[in-house]
């Protein structure tokens, strides 16, 4: 239930993509803008979170309720990690981009619930087990909708590309 419709575009974008999902749209994105917190960090992010949490839970649940999410691979992410130390420390902080780590969450659609793939060090700076390429999560994800990476091509200027470049492993460990 959206308590405050003029409050969350989010919620209400959540409940749209599952009517799309219901009417068997096959690629449904949401977007949530204001992650990149350079600065203001716990303001943003706590307002961020009370913005998403409880519509993709509602979503999560709606689609298992009606026996979707077996079918519906949701995946949570954002475009790059982040710093685990602060940037402009003091009450203005926040953190800088991070291209050595990240984290995203996936579930239904073949992943293994529950399950959690590699870690960092202790300062979430560096990997430090089991790393994801973002080729192999491409090629994981593709797996996941039916298609096979290695085969998947487009022809550009006369050259048949993969999506995955020559690179790319699946993760069979992520799949149920």
Same mark, same amino acid.
């Given at each position: ?5 003029? &409050?969350?575009?989010?919620? +209400?974008? =959540?409940?749209?993509? +599952?009517?799309?999902?219901? +009417? ?13 917190? *350079? ?9 961020? =979170? ?14 298992? !309720?009606?026996?979707?999410?077996? #079918?519906?691979? %949701?995946?949570?992410?954002?475009? @790059? /990690? ?6 402009? $420390? /003091? &009450?203005?902080?926040?953190? !800088?981009?991070?291209?050595?780590? @990240? ?14 793939? /590699?870690?960092?060090? #202790? ?5 430090? &087990?089991? $790393? %994801? ?9 593709? *797996?996941?909708?039916? @298609?096979?990476? &290695? ?9 048949? @590309? ?8 699946? %993760?069979? !460990?992520?799949?149920?």
């Amino acid at each position: 239930m959206i308590d405050n419709p003029k &409050e969350s575009n989010f919620a +209400r974008n =959540c409940l749209l993509a +599952r009517r799309l999902l219901e +009417r068997d749209v096959r690629f449904v994105q949401l977007f949530h803008e204001a992650w990149d917190q *350079h600065n203001t960090l716990v303001k943003d992010h706590t307002k961020n =979170c009370k913005d998403t949490d409880q519509p993709v839970a509602a979503l999560l649940q709606d689609l298992k !309720d009606r026996d979707m999410l077996k #079918d519906t691979l %949701v995946i949570w992410g954002g475009e @790059f /990690g982040r710093t685990p130390m602060t940037q402009n $420390p /003091g &009450e203005d902080n926040g953190r !800088d981009h991070h291209n050595a780590a @990240f984290t995203i969450w996936m579930a239904g659609g073949g992943v293994k619930a529950g399950h959690t793939h /590699g870690a960092t060090d #202790d300062f979430g700076f560096n990997i430090n &087990e089991s $790393p %994801v390429h973002v080729h192999d999560l491409n090629a994981t994800i593709l *797996h996941m909708l039916g @298609f096979d990476h &290695e085969r998947l091509t487009y022809r550009f200027q006369g050259r048949d @590309f993969r999506l995955t470049d020559v690179h790319g492993h699946v %993760v069979h !460990d992520i799949l149920a």
